[in-house]
């Protein structure tokens, strides 16, 4: 089992930026995932198919078909890897001190090999399902999944599927993260931040470096940027779903902490300002501005001519981009400096949490199996996941991967030194055998 989750990480399944990915990988990862599970692609309940040459999309059919099935969704793709700043080679999937080191070891690699090995686990023990279900593991998602979620997603729709609804990453067991509360805290995102990303540019004239002009492109546009990272957007505490996630937590919290989130019309602003200390909280709190990407110049004694800026922003779900473009405008306050939209994603609405919604239920259940001294709350996930692509086939779209990150932890999501502990992948292993046979009761 655990030999099958290192080869998968040994696989540089990487996507580059503009769509760009390591095509020989990726056919090497769908015949890894027939090896690794010969159970779930010779089971006579099990279809599986490759949509748009690199993603997968298995069908497993359940005894019942007035159960209405459901859908888990993953990707193989991964983010690429600095070597220089790992202390293990990032594709080695080295075992040290208890953890699996591995680019993909928590985005997203866990959750395709958890699925698929819950899944080979209940086939050898003769277990057929009595719901229905598909399983959808993109393999571009870390670049938009225009390719692969929103073609997986395109097949389904095209065949009149309706499922009841859809869990993919997008959130995990957060411990030591919340401020005020020292246990396990599992979310499950009922909604996510969309994504735009913005560019902007300068142009001036070019010359020597011998007689520089009192202002260069680059000097223009740095001092922008400057501008939006000295300047955050403002704050939008409370008017979304994180607002559920501290309603759920107050009843954990001691005195006095366990008033002020009582009272979030009251005390918001004074949350806010302290949720805000910690980048990890502070996404909760804002539209997050992030600059990605800079370039100018083409040698050391010629002024440039232009320079461009990438500036990514997550944005709070109450946050529209009209809203937003006007407030970047006015804190550049330069007409010298060129804004342009480069990408943009729609709002997702907020997915039930209410007492009767039978996803958010059935991984709220799960998790208590599982992971029996967390906390289970519903949440926002701050990041943009494949679930975007799949909002035709169902209303009720879930975040929620079986990973326990501490603070130290959620810098290596895309960063260096990404692990996992053996005991975490077994524990993955386990929630998704559970969820399986919880779908049936």
């Known amino acids: 089992m655990l030999a099958a989750f290192k080869a998968a990480l040994r696989i540089p399944t990487v996507s580059g930026g503009d769509a760009q990915h390591n095509d020989s990988a990726l056919a090497e990862f769908g015949q890894h995932l027939s090896k690794a599970f010969p159970a779930v692609f010779a089971s006579a309940v099990v279809r599986h198919e490759t949509v748009a040459d690199y993603s997968h999309l298995f069908t497993v059919r359940g005894s019942n078909s007035s159960l209405q099935p459901y859908l888990l969704t993953a990707h193989l793709d991964v983010v690429p890897a600095i070597a220089g700043e790992w202390e293990v080679p990032p594709f080695s999937a080295e075992e040290r001190d208890g953890f699996i080191y591995g680019r993909g070891a928590l985005d997203n690699k866990l959750s395709v090999m958890g699925i698929l090995q819950g899944l080979e686990l209940l086939l050898n023990r003769g277990y057929i399902p009595q719901r229905s279900f598909y399983i959808g593991i993109g393999h571009d998602e870390e670049v938009g999944g225009n390719n692969g979620a929103k073609n997986i997603a395109s097949v389904l729709l095209s065949r009149g599927v309706k499922i009841a609804f859809l869990l993919d990453e997008g959130s995990a067991i957060l411990e030591g993260v919340i401020p005020g509360l020292e246990k396990q805290v599992a979310v499950i995102a009922t909604s996510e931040k969309s994504s735009a990303t913005i560019g902007l540019s300068v142009t001036t004239s070019s010359g020597h470096s011998s007689m520089p002009p009192k202002e260069t492109s680059i000097g223009i546009l740095a001092a922008a940027v400057s501008k939006l990272e000295r300047n955050p957007m403002p704050r939008m505490f409370g008017q979304g779903p994180e607002r559920g996630l501290f309603e759920h937590l107050t009843p954990q919290l001691s005195f006095p902490l366990n008033v002020v989130m009582a009272n979030l019309w009251l005390f918001g602003p004074l949350i806010s300002r302290m949720l805000e200390k910690k980048p990890s909280t502070n996404s909760l709190v804002r539209t997050t501005t992030a600059v990605t990407e800079f370039h100018a110049g083409i040698k050391a004694n010629v002024?440039?001519?232009?320079?461009?800026?990438?500036?990514?922003?997550?944005?709070?779900?109450?946050?529209?981009?009209e809203e937003l473009l006007q407030q970047v405008q006015h804190i550049i306050s330069d007409e010298r400096v060129k804004i342009e939209v480069l990408q943009s994603d729609p709002p997702i609405p907020m997915s039930s949490y209410a007492v009767d919604a039978f996803g958010y239920q059935l991984v709220k259940g799960t998790i208590g199996n599982v992971f029996p001294e967390a906390v289970v709350t519903p949440g926002l996930c701050t990041a943009s996941t494949d679930t975007k692509h799949y909002q035709n086939i169902t209303t009720e779209l879930y975040r929620f991967t079986p990973m326990i990150l501490k603070?130290?932890?959620?810098?290596?999501?895309?960063?260096?030194?990404?692990?996992l502990s053996v005991r975490n992948y077994e524990e993955a292993v386990h929630f998704y055998f559970r969820l399986i046979q919880n779908a049936d009761s």
Not at 305 to 316: E, I, P
Not at 407 to 419: K, M, Y
Request: glycine residues 4%; charged residues 25%; neutral net charge.
């Open 303 to 321: 002024i440039a001519s232009s320079a461009q800026a990438t500036v990514n922003f997550r944005l709070h779900p109450t946050h529209r981009l």
């Open 407 to 419: 603070e130290e932890d959620i810098s290596r999501v895309h960063g260096a030194n990404e692990r």
